[in-house]
């Protein structure tokens, strides 16, 4: 689906912005919403917070850096996951990074969000995996073969069901290819 410039979302929704690693997600809420890439913490934007997990990478980094990246993950993960839940708790509209490819997580935000009123979107942005391998190339963060495997193996499907235009339990799916990720000018709430 080609969105065109924009896309509008309720507000008090969480938007989670979705994609193989390396397919253009922070690259996206870069241009969207001027990110630079060295905050530390959720950044807001009116009434909407925009979390990234390199904010959680960032804000770690000077305590677990002697660490292997096999021990970090799992607590930079974390934090980001409880600062999107922390946001969506507070009512907060929320555009957030995300893997996509753990059902678990979704499920627990989409709970999250119908508590407060509000509704879960999914953003996909579907790419070749040569295209993602490429992207973490540039961007000089690879993933190992093996956990690059796993997130292809549980994209695929995930991609397939949501172009039958729904997702449970997500309100909303919007499937972008790279040319309609970059022609995405805003993401609006209300």
């Known amino acids: 689906m080609d969105p065109g410039p924009a896309l509008r979302f309720p507000a008090g929704s969480l938007v989670l912005v979705a994609g193989l690693p390396g397919a253009g997600k922070s690259t996206l809420l870069n241009r969207i919403y001027r990110l630079r890439g060295d905050e530390t913490a959720p950044v807001p934007f009116g009434d909407v917070r925009v979390i990234d997990s390199r904010q959680s990478r960032n804000w770690w980094a000077p305590a677990l850096r002697p660490l292997p990246p096999r021990l970090r993950t799992p ?8 600062r999107i839940g ?15 490819t753990w059902p678990h997580i979704l499920h627990c935000f989409s709970w999250l969000a119908r508590l407060r009123g509000g509704e879960v979107h999914l953003v996909l942005i579907d790419v070749d995996p040569e295209t993602a391998r490429a992207g973490q190339v540039a961007r000089g963060r690879v993933v190992t073969g093996a956990t690059f495997a796993r997130h292809c193996r549980r994209w695929l499907p995930l991609v397939e069901r949501a172009r039958g235009g729904t997702l449970p339990p997500a309100a909303g799916v919007t499937v972008l290819d790279r040319d309609a990720a970059d022609r995405l000018k805003v993401i609006r709430f209300g």
């Open 75 to 82: 607590l930079v993960h974390a934090t980001h996951v409880w």
């Open 86 to 100: 922390r946001a969506v708790a507070a009512g907060h509209g929320v555009v957030a990074h995300t893997r996509g």
